[in-house]
């Protein structure tokens, strides 16, 4: 069973919008914050966003801020990514994984597949 599940990507126009989801499998983790990630081709893997486990706070990159709301249902078991005003550069795969609050990498080893989000200029 796949632990992290990541969805809602997709090809979209400059200036469009997208929601990405992501499905954690009860009992991967402990009570913890959760972060998007994301890797465009020929790069690192790079912090995009992070809530915190009651979802009350968040953290993003400059490169998105503004743009992108990160948030976490009522379960703490799905995250999701709005992003709003996409640019070419958002195009990357999208990855979710725990994080601790307030770092800007994951500290676990294993990802999901990622959702594929392409930016068309």
């Known amino acids: 069973q796949e632990r992290l599940v990541e969805s809602g990507g997709g090809l979209v126009q400059a200036g469009g919008s997208l929601n990405l989801s992501c499905v954690v499998s009860?009992?991967?983790?402990?009570?913890?914050?959760m972060g998007w990630f994301r890797q465009a081709p020929g790069k690192e893997r790079e912090f995009v966003a992070a809530v915190s486990w009651g979802g009350s706070s968040t953290y993003y990159a400059d490169s998105v801020e503004g743009r992108f709301t990160i948030s976490r249902a009522g379960s703490k078991n799905t995250v999701y990514l709005r992003m709003n005003s996409l640019k070419p550069e958002d195009t990357a795969i999208y990855y979710c994984n725990a994080v601790r609050y307030g770092d800007r990498y994951s500290p676990y080893d294993s990802w999901g597949q990622g959702t594929q989000v392409t930016v068309s200029s």
């Open positions: 009860e009992g991967t983790f402990s009570p913890i914050a």
